[in-house]
């Protein structure tokens, strides 16, 4: 006869006791490594995400012309404050006029990158009626602004900005929608064209032309202004925004960021801070972004651009 065997009553108690200990301390083990996987992935989302859009502004704000830099409270309406005497966090909108880099770094010709335009003038051969930039090609700028326009743009629409002169931010660029002090080439921008068979000549693109004006020798060519803003800001629910840049518009024609034929590009979601400040010519920019999967959890990148 063959005996067999079972577990006692008392095996079965500490049996069912160390299931029930492993049970427990088992999920709440595995509860812990989802929540750690979860803020773990969020949090390197939100390190990438607010790190490259810093960067991208920045990059942005690097080739700016630098007494152009202007605040806004919320939106294009409101009244353009230079950057220096913004001060506080109720600034949503940062707005620039950007020289050209793209043109001033030029094309390979077989040889070297030439610049589409030299930066320089020629005082001496210019006259009331025109400005002669040698080694630019005011062909080569007209061709690389419609390609980055999407042809919305051309050197019908580039201005100057000559570098010593004096800075008007409320009437000198068309940030208040004014352009009169521009159109007579009395503004800190100058909007110039082509000179049909000199590509190293511009002539004013304004019915006014250049007498009477303080010409200096060097210059900044740009075609566009740019916008970072803060819009959908919802202050009663989760406190976060949408991160927007906005360019391909000429305030020296009285355009503004809002207006037909600007492009916009969305840079980030659930912005709960955008926050700048600047000491003299160096600006300091702040992102803050949330998430929506952990509660007061929130990312700030920040970078200063010299």
């Not at 080569?140 to 042809?151: K, M």
């Not at 570098?163 to 660029?173: F, M, V």
């Not at 925004?241 to 034929?261: F, V």
Request: glycine share 8%; with cysteine; charged share 20%.
């Amino acid at each position: 006869m063959v005996k067999k065997t079972a577990f006692t009553l008392l095996e079965l108690v500490f049996s069912i006791v160390i299931l029930g200990i492993i049970g427990k301390f088992g999920v709440e083990f595995l509860a812990q490594v989802y929540r750690s996987f979860i803020f773990t992935s969020v949090n390197h989302e939100l390190e990438l995400n607010s790190g490259s859009t810093v960067e991208l502004v920045a990059s942005r704000l690097q080739y700016r012309i630098k007494d152009s830099v202007i605040a806004r409270k919320n939106d294009y309406t409101d009244d353009p404050i230079a950057i220096g005497s913004a001060s506080g966090n109720d600034y949503k909108v940062l707005e620039w006029v950007g020289s050209d880099s793209d043109g001033f770094r030029g094309s390979w010709d077989g040889s070297f990158h030439k610049p589409n335009w030299s930066s320089i003038l020629d005082l001496d051969a210019g006259n009331a009626n025109k400005l002669v930039s040698p080694e630019t090609n005011t062909s080569a700028i007209d061709h690389l602004v419609q390609v980055l326009s999407d042809g919305n743009s051309s050197i019908d629409d580039v201005a100057l900005y000559f570098l010593g002169s004096d800075s008007d931010i409320q009437t000198g660029y068309g940030w208040d929608g004014n352009t009169t002090l521009i159109d007579e080439q009395n503004g800190t921008m100058h909007p110039v064209t082509a000179v049909s068979g000199h590509i190293d000549e511009f002539n004013s693109s304004t019915p006014a032309n250049f007498s009477g004006v303080d010409i200096y020798e060097y210059y900044q060519l740009a075609w566009t202004a740019y916008a970072i803003v803060l819009e959908d800001y919802n202050a009663t629910g989760n406190s976060t925004g949408t991160l927007k840049l906005y360019y391909n518009y000429q305030p020296w024609e009285g355009e503004n960021y809002a207006s037909n034929g600007a492009y916009s590009a969305i840079l980030m979601k659930n912005v709960s801070t955008f926050q700048f400040t600047a000491i003299d010519s160096i600006i300091k920019i702040q992102v803050c972004v949330k998430s929506d999967l952990i509660e007061e959890y929130s990312i700030c990148k920040e970078k200063t651009v010299f």
